[in-house]
């Protein structure tokens, strides 16, 4: 189901339409075992505060030996089946401008902190009209950085896919080599003629497209 926590967090990218502005996604970092402090003091304050200042070294200060954030979605198509749709996303990988042992480009799933299912569950789901529809299969093609991802059955064509859009995600998504402890975050992928993202474009730094915040008080995924 979606929660509120998803809803926030989709807010909260309007801020990278701005200048000289970065992101850590900690949506993996969920602390579901209180801190002996009581719950507002959660556990892995270390994880946060290294990836605010990856952040912080590669957009204010321009260094391109950090690599800032994981994988990042540029784009995806829809695909109709046998009364089902499959989508296939595909996703940028950044490596440090220095790297002297530069991997193959790839991505993979793993569970996040204190998940139970993990990724035992896809963590995907289509916009089918006014509501959402599970996506029941998930793997990465042999490219390393396309993601297929097939919904159950459906009457319509989705208009959207959402990835990690729970309050507290269990699957996260990430990339071999230097930055294979930072997840992809959280999206709303709408497809369309021009295939509209509201995902951010970790390379640059810059949008596919603006967020327009009033698509967060419609019931439909598909944007303006």
Same mark, same amino acid.
């Given at each position: 189901?979606?929660?509120?926590?998803?809803? *926030? &967090?989709?807010?909260?990218?309007?801020? =990278?339409?701005?200048? /000289?502005? !970065?992101?850590?996604?900690?949506?993996? %970092?969920?602390? *579901?075992?209180? /801190?002996?402090? !009581?719950?507002?003091?959660?556990? &892995?304050?270390?994880?946060?505060?290294?990836?605010?200042?990856? /952040?912080?070294?590669?957009?204010?200060? #321009?260094?391109?030996?950090?690599?800032?954030?994981?994988? /990042?979605?540029?784009?995806?198509? *829809?695909?109709?089946?046998?009364?089902?749709?499959?989508?296939?996303? @595909?996703?940028?990988?950044?490596?440090?401008?220095?790297?002297?042992? &530069? %991997?193959?480009?790839?991505?993979?799933?793993?569970?996040?902190?204190?998940? #139970?299912?993990?990724?035992?569950?896809?963590?995907?789901?289509?916009?089918?009209?006014?509501?959402? @529809?599970?996506?029941?299969?998930?793997?990465? *093609?042999?490219?390393?950085?396309?993601?297929?991802?097939?919904?159950?059955?459906?009457?319509?064509?989705?208009?959207?896919?959402?990835?990690?859009?729970?309050?507290?995600?269990?699957?996260? %998504?990430? +990339?071999?080599?230097? +930055?294979?402890?930072?997840?992809?975050? $959280?999206?709303?992928?709408?497809?369309?003629?021009?295939?509209?993202?509201?995902?951010?474009? +970790?390379?640059?730094?810059?949008?596919?497209?603006? =967020?327009? $915040?009033?698509?967060?008080?419609?019931?439909?995924?598909?944007?303006?």
């Amino acid at each position: 189901m979606e929660g509120d926590l998803a809803r *926030l &967090r989709y807010a909260q990218t309007r801020a =990278l339409a701005l200048p /000289s502005v !970065g992101m850590a996604v900690t949506a993996d %970092l969920a602390d *579901l075992r209180p /801190s002996t402090h !009581g719950t507002v003091h959660p556990r &892995r304050k270390k994880d946060v505060g290294t990836r605010l200042a990856l /952040s912080a070294l590669r957009v204010v200060y #321009k260094d391109g030996r950090v690599v800032p954030g994981g994988p /990042s979605l540029v784009g995806g198509n *829809l695909y109709p089946l046998d009364g089902y749709f499959e989508a296939q996303l @595909v996703f940028q990988v950044m490596q440090a401008e220095d790297s002297r042992f &530069r %991997l193959k480009d790839s991505v993979f799933f793993r569970g996040t902190a204190d998940c #139970k299912g993990c990724c035992a569950t896809a963590p995907f789901r289509f916009v089918v009209g006014h509501r959402t @529809v599970p996506a029941t299969q998930f793997r990465t *093609l042999k490219d390393g950085l396309t993601v297929s991802v097939t919904s159950a059955a459906v009457a319509m064509t989705p208009s959207a896919i959402q990835f990690m859009w729970e309050n507290v995600p269990e699957c996260a %998504l990430y +990339a071999h080599g230097s +930055a294979d402890q930072l997840p992809a975050a $959280p999206f709303h992928y709408s497809f369309g003629p021009e295939g509209q993202s509201y995902q951010e474009a +970790a390379l640059g730094g810059r949008w596919a497209r603006p =967020l327009d $915040p009033h698509v967060l008080d419609r019931p439909v995924g598909r944007g303006p």
